[in-house]
């Protein structure tokens, strides 16, 4: 079982930045991919970004190409989000994600443990 537990989010001003930041526990070791997904009000959960654990591969939505950036710190079995600028549209529960094969996927439904979410909103 691994537990995810995310932090960082807030509120911003278009044009600002936040970084999120996601620490595993429990079974990390078995972790092969790590995502990033949001759900808007009213909307569905969409991907965002993810990273490989072990290669550096990384994805993004293009949506926030340009202006996110994913990374992870093996050693302290975090995965964090750069957002940089952020849009009123980006305003959402950024949700992290993991999975346990490295083949490369970014649908919801591929990754198995999922935290809390956190709240980032953006104003205008």
């Known amino acids: 079982q691994v537990q995810l537990v995310e932090s960082g989010g807030g509120w911003v001003q278009t044009g600002g930045s936040l970084r999120l930041s996601c620490v595993a526990s429990?079974?990390?070791?078995?972790?092969?991919?790590m995502g990033w997904f949001r759900q808007a009000p009213g909307k569905e959960r969409e991907f965002v970004a993810a990273i490989n654990w072990g290669a550096y591969t990384t994805s993004y939505a293009d949506s926030v190409k340009g202006r996110f950036t994913i990374s992870r710190d093996n050693v302290k079995n975090t995965v964090a989000l750069q957002m940089n600028s952020l849009k009123p549209e980006d305003t959402a529960v950024y949700y992290c994600a993991a999975r346990d094969q490295w083949s490369f996927r970014t649908r919801e439904a591929d990754f198995g443990s999922w935290g809390q979410g956190t709240q980032v909103t953006v104003s205008s």
């Open positions: 429990g079974r990390s070791s078995g972790i092969k991919i």
